[in-house]
C-alpha cells in the first residue's frame, strides 16, 4: 500500500494549515487550492514545495541577500488577502518571482481580468514565462522591465502588487494606478518591512492594512545605508536622512552600556516589532541595529533579536532594545528593557522605555501611513510624524 500523499492532497494540506492561521477570501483559498505551485519550482520535491517556506531561485553573487526568490506561501496568501483583486480586476505585479503569484492573481481576476508581471532580470522573466505557460496560463503577461517604471502602456491598474521590496515608491508608479484603486508592497523604512495596503486618493496613497514581512528589495533603490563599526561587528542601518556616521558608532561602542527595563513582558513566541513600528511614528532617530556574535562576545550586550533589533541613535549615543527571562513570573515570560551607551543614551533609553510601555498597553494598534508626493508643504499634509524619501513624504499617526 503506498501511503505517499498525491500533490493534490500536499497542496490542500498546506492551504488547511494556512488556514489556521487566518481566515483567508474565498477566491484566495480557491487560487491557493488549484494552482499547482510546483510546476513553478522544478527540481524540488513536491513535499517541499509545499512546505511553508521561501525558496531562493537566484542567487545575488554580490550579497547575501538573494536576487529572487519564491516568497513563504502564507505570505503570498497575506498579500493576496491584502490585495483584495476581484475577477476584472487589472494587475500589475512587479517582480516575477517564479511566475506562482500571477498564476494566483491570474486565477482570482478570471477571464475577464488582466495580470501583467515585470522583472528586470532576464533569466527570472524566463523562468516565469516557461512555467505559466506550462501550467496554463499563457495568457499573463510577462515582460523584462525596471519594476521602478512599471508598465504603463497597459496601465492603469485597479490593483498593483510588489513582490520586492520598496524604499520609496515612484510616481511613475503611482500614476499607473487608477484612483481608488490599492497597491499592496512590501515598504522599508527606518529599518523595517512592512507589507502595506494603499488606496490611492487623489495624488496620495493611504494605508488600510499593515502586516509585517521580509523582502528581497527592489534594484534600483539605494536610500538604505549601513554604517559598521571599526571591528565589523556591529551594524547600523539607517535611512538616507538620518545623520549616522562610524566615528561616532565607535565612540558610543567604547562605552559601558546601562541597562534600563519596562514592566512589559512578552512570552516565548509573541511578536514585539510593534516596539519599532511605533517608535517609527514619533522618533527620527530609530534605525536597524545588526549585531554578530562576535560583538556579543566582544562584551555588547546581547540584543533582544540579535541580528535586527530596533535602535535609536543620536551623535555618539544609542539605545537598544533587549530582553531577559523573568524567572519571577510563573510564565516565564521575557522582560523588556533598552541597553545604553553615550552621553544622551539615558534619554534615548527613556524614550525607548517609553514607546515600549506604549506598545505594552496597546499590542495590536498600528499607525496610519500616508504616502504623498514630495514637494507636497507641510501644510498641505495631515497631521503626524514625517519622514522625508525622495519620491514622497510619509506621513505616520495614530489616530
Known amino acids: 500500500m503506498n501511503d505517499t500523499p498525491t500533490v493534490d492532497a500536499l497542496r490542500n494540506s498546506l492551504v488547511d494549515q494556512l488556514l489556521v492561521d487566518r481566515p483567508l477570501p474565498p477566491r484566495v483559498e480557491e487560487a491557493l487550492r488549484t494552482v499547482r505551485r510546483e510546476i513553478h519550482l522544478p ?25 529572487s526568490c519564491a516568497s513563504m506561501p502564507s505570505i503570498v496568501a497575506m498579500m493576496l488577502t491584502q490585495l483584495d483583486a476581484q475577477p476584472g480586476d487589472h494587475v500589475l505585479e512587479i517582480g516575477a518571482g517564479t511566475g ?61 502588487i510588489g513582490t520586492v521590496g520598496f524604499w520609496d515608491i ?18 522599508r523604512w527606518r529599518g523595517q518591512t512592512r507589507s502595506v495596503a494603499l488606496t490611492r486618493q487623489g495624488e ?18 539605494d536610500g538604505e545605508h549601513t554604517t559598521e563599526s571599526a571591528d565589523g561587528t556591529v551594524r547600523i542601518h539607517h535611512d538616507q536622512d538620518q545623520d549616522v556616521n562610524a566615528a561616532r558608532l565607535n565612540d558610543a561602542l567604547t562605552q559601558a552600556a546601562t541597562e534600563a527595563w519596562s514592566d512589559v513582558r512578552v512570552g516565548g513566541e509573541e511578536s514585539f516589532d510593534g516596539i519599532w513600528l511605533r517608535a517609527t511614528a514619533f522618533e527620527d532617530t530609530v534605525c536597524r541595529l545588526e549585531a554578530t556574535p562576535a560583538a556579543v562576545d566582544n562584551g555588547l550586550r546581547r540584543p533582544a533579536i540579535i541580528g535586527r533589533s530596533p535602535a ?52 495590536t494598534a498600528v499607525p496610519r501611513l500616508a504616502l504623498h508626493p514630495a514637494g507636497t508643504p507641510d501644510h498641505a499634509l495631515p497631521a503626524g510624524h514625517v519622514i522625508d524619501k525622495g519620491d514622497s513624504r510619509i506621513v505616520l499617526s495614530f489616530a
Request: charged share 25%.
Open 312 to 363: 535609536l541613535v543620536s551623535k555618539s549615543s544609542l539605545a537598544y532594545l533587549i530582553a531577559k527571562r523573568d524567572d519571577g513570573d510563573t510564565e516565564r515570560r521575557s522582560l523588556l528593557g533598552a541597553a545604553h551607551l553615550g552621553p544622551e543614551g539615558v534619554g534615548l533609553a527613556e524614550r525607548l522605555i517609553a514607546h515600549i510601555t506604549a506598545w505594552g498597553a496597546d499590542r
Open 43 to 67: 527540481g524540488l520535491d513536491p513535499a517541499v514545495a509545499y512546505h511553508d517556506q521561501a525558496v531562493t531561485i537566484k542567487d545575488n553573487p554580490d550579497g547575501p541577500l538573494a536576487l
Open 100 to 160: 506562482y503569484n500571477a498564476a494566483l492573481l491570474a486565477q482570482i481576476v478570471g477571464d475577464d481580468g488582466q495580470v501583467t508581471t515585470i522583472d528586470i532580470e532576464p533569466d527570472v522573466t524566463l523562468h516565469a514565462r516557461t512555467a505559466l505557460d506550462r501550467a496554463g496560463y499563457e495568457h499573463v503577461r510577462v515582460m523584462e522591465r525596471d519594476g521602478l517604471k512599471g508598465a504603463p502602456e497597459y496601465g492603469p491598474y485597479t490593483r498593483m
Open 204 to 221: 496620495a496613497l493611504v494605508s488600510h492594512t499593515m502586516e509585517l514581512c521580509g523582502f528581497v528589495p527592489i534594484v534600483g533603490q
Open 170 to 187: 515612484p510616481l511613475t508608479l503611482r500614476d499607473q494606478l487608477v484612483d481608488g484603486g490599492r497597491f499592496v508592497l512590501p515598504l
